[in-house]
């Protein structure tokens, strides 16, 4: 199966296909090794492909943290330096959940985006986004030009969480891609605390919800400005060179070269060897063929559809909007009746989702996924169980409040927060896997914008206990979902994924 860098037509990857006529078709004896060699490569060179992709991430996270701290400085008749402060509950509904329709905008427009101008690019497209959005919102007037910031700034969002899992999972080597693609979910987490943190140092400032927003300024240019440094993915580029969709020839060259730079000197001489095998892997699993939309709802890619549907749903529908976007409002009526104090308790709510993303990032290469699912998934539903408590049976303890909301981060942070991410980004077949992981966000923003939205109204029509009681309920049924239909991928390529688990 050798690899001729001087003539890198397709027919040249070993006995896959017919050099008569270039056409690949499936190897007869499988490609898929039972037991894959670990890769070889540099850790300051995966660095940087992880690093810019999850600039985007923790812009997302810090929206959270900051929106949660901006909807009390909007609605203070002191403070907010506007004539509109007086917001309806529907108000603060729609203000939450704005950057959540641009998300939702954003993965439609990614349906194709990511497989026709690649990931790389989208990821530049998404930074544009995060800029003008960031900008609208700062100076506007008006609770309608706000709204527009707001939708601006979540096309951003939908862009960047489905290109940058994608991104990052097509570039990192397999024995560390489950931690690469879990400190992805840890930038949203340090950008939430981030938020939680200055928007405490803005919400008692004459118009500080301004200021929250244009804090962060600076780091869509540095995220758009690293995007146009790195590389396009190697695997993306292969796949256009499979499926004809330029020349061949400089296809294959410039994927030389990008696993050049993703690994470092330590594959300078194998690269070529490298791209050879990762293209005989995916003629073995039929990727050479032209993708159709029914595909997505046929075999291997309606079973992850399934899987990443389902986990992404779930992810949203067990209640994470409502305790992240209203953590300081719940801390309000749990005692902590001043905005200053709720802002500081968000504060440690959001450091314990820091450290708990980082025992996730730990283990998660070692333990697997489905563990941490199951423990972490059932930890969810006593956090759930007790914070409806609170509300129902002992409104005079807070600390009841308190613990179960940081039981319920803890829990969330070691299952659901990075592993959903995860498993979307490698579980969808390559030729799919941009129109995949884009239905899969749909998903996820789709129900995020609707428990967002819904929370508040909810809320008042019946109470808080009987809505966290409810989403206790929901965890139990996700926890069978989890143990009847996701697979375990640890430790396996993307294309061994593929061939294996699907």
Known sequence: MGFDPENQSISSVGQ???????????????????????????????????????????????EIGATSCAIMSI????????????????????????????????SIVAFSVADIIGRRKELILAAFFYLVGAIVTVVAPVFSILIIGRVTYGLGIGLTMHAAPMYIAETAPSQIRGRMISLKEFSTVLGMVGGYGIGSLWVTVFSGWRCMYATILPLPVIMGIGMCWLPASPRWLLLRALQRKGNVENLQQAAIRS???????????????????????????????????????????LKALTIAGGLVLFQQITGQPSVLYYAPSILQTAGFSAA??????????????????????????????????????????????????????????????????????????????????????????????????????????????????????????LGAGILFCAFGVICVVSLFFIYYIVPETKGLTLEEIEAKCL
């Open 16 to 62: 896959v296909g017919d050099s008569s006529s270039g056409e690949i078709n499936a190897q007869k004896e499988p490609l898929i090794k039972e037991n894959h060699s670990p890769e070889n490569y540099s850790v300051l060179a995966a660095i940087p492909p992880f690093l810019f992709p999850a600039l985007g991430a923790l812009l997302f996270g810090y």
């Open 340 to 461: 200053a104090d709720a802002t500081r308790i968000s504060i440690l709510l959001g450091l314990l989702k820091l450290v708990m993303t980082g025992v996730s990032v730990i283990v998660i290469d070692r333990v697997g996924r489905r563990p941490l699912l199951l423990g972490g998934v059932s930890g969810m539903v006593i956090s759930l169980f007790l914070l409806g408590s609170y509300y129902i049976f002992y409104k005079s303890v807070p600390a009841v409040a308190v613990a179960a909301l940081l039981l319920y981060v803890g829990c969330y942070q070691l299952s659901f927060g990075p592993i959903g991410w995860l498993m979307i980004s490698e579980i969808f077949p390559l030729k799919l896997r941009g129109r995949g992981i884009s239905l899969a966000v749909l998903v996820n923003f789709g129900a995020n914008a609707l428990v967002t939205f819904a929370f508040s109204p909810l809320k008042e029509l």
């Open 259 to 301: 696993l050049r730079r993703l690994r470092g000197s330590a594959i300078a001489d194998s690269a070529a060897e490298q791209v050879n095998e990762i293209l005989a892997e995916l003629s073995f699993v039929g990727e050479d063929k032209e993708a159709t939309f029914g595909e997505l709802f046929r075999g291997k890619c």
């Open 75 to 106: 609605k203070s008749p002191t403070l907010s330096g506007i004539t509109w402060y007086d917001l309806s509950s529907v108000d603060v509904g729609i203000l939450t959940s704005g950057s959540l329709y641009g998300a939702l905008i954003g």
